[in-house]
């Protein structure tokens, strides 16, 4: 069954990168995306791409069968859950979500 | 203004009993979803419709029944509820076959 596998948790200091990966094993992926979720609201989309794409702070790497998130001088307002989605699962089957921790 | 709307945001209830969370999409899109969001955070695909015909329907008991009135709105029935249903329901929806979800801020249901 096609997977999606990323870490549960990521910690980062306020000012730092912070790279978010993620690996799948779905062979006809042809699209990525990320998606950001602060718990009680709606999950939003934040990159997308099948090729490496930049959105404002937020930078997406891709593989056939991954995919990071960086995310460019981080920021407390940064702490939420990030699901990554590989298409065409994307619609389909997400990563568990990363919590990303800022310590300060 | 509020694209995908779902309602109730929470919904306490007995195992048993028999309920219904509703949602409304006006961004005009072909497609629409539920997922369930475990404890353990796993976003999980249940049903999806391209107006109004079921086109996924994952391994769900079927005490869940989806409806679809129209392409604007999918609803949630689910009969018999038991404690394992506890979740976060979230609908989505996309222009079909985009991948692109746009979310609703969940639904928390408790079954006590």
């Known amino acids: 069954k096609d997977q999606v596998f990323q870490p549960s948790t990521v910690a980062s200091s306020e000012g730092a990168v912070v790279e978010i990966f993620c690996n799948h094993s779905?062979?006809?992926?042809?699209?990525f995306f990320w998606y950001l979720h602060f718990p009680g609201c709606a999950p939003r989309l934040l990159v997308k791409?099948?090729?490496?794409?930049q959105q404002g702070r937020y930078n997406m790497t891709y593989e056939r069968f991954s995919s990071s998130l960086l995310i460019l001088q981080v920021r407390e307002a940064d702490a939420a859950v990030y699901y990554c989605?590989?298409?065409?699962?994307?619609?389909?089957?997400f990563g568990k979500g990363t919590h990303l921790i800022i310590q300060p | 203004d509020t694209a995908v709307s779902q309602t109730p945001k929470y919904l306490v209830t007995q195992m048993g009993n028999d309920k219904s969370i509703k949602c409304e999409q006006n961004?005009?899109?072909?497609?629409m979803y539920w997922y369930k969001q475990d404890s353990k955070k796993f976003l999980k695909i249940m049903f999806s419709?391209?107006?109004?015909?079921?086109?996924i329907n994952e391994t769900v008991p079927n005490r869940f029944s989806p409806k679809s009135p129209d392409k604007a709105h999918l609803n949630l029935h689910i009969n018999s509820l038991e404690l394992g249903d506890s979740a976060v329901y979230f609908c989505?929806?996309?222009?079909?076959?985009?991948?692109?979800?746009?979310f609703g801020e969940g639904s928390r249901l408790t079954v006590l």
């Open positions: 989505a929806s996309s222009p079909f076959n985009t991948g692109e979800l746009f």
């Open positions: 779905v062979s006809n992926a042809y699209n």
């Open positions: 791409g099948s090729k490496p794409s």
């Open positions: 989605a590989p298409c065409p699962l994307a619609g389909l089957t």
């Open positions: 961004l005009g899109h072909d497609t």
């Open positions: 419709y391209n107006n109004k015909e079921l086109i």
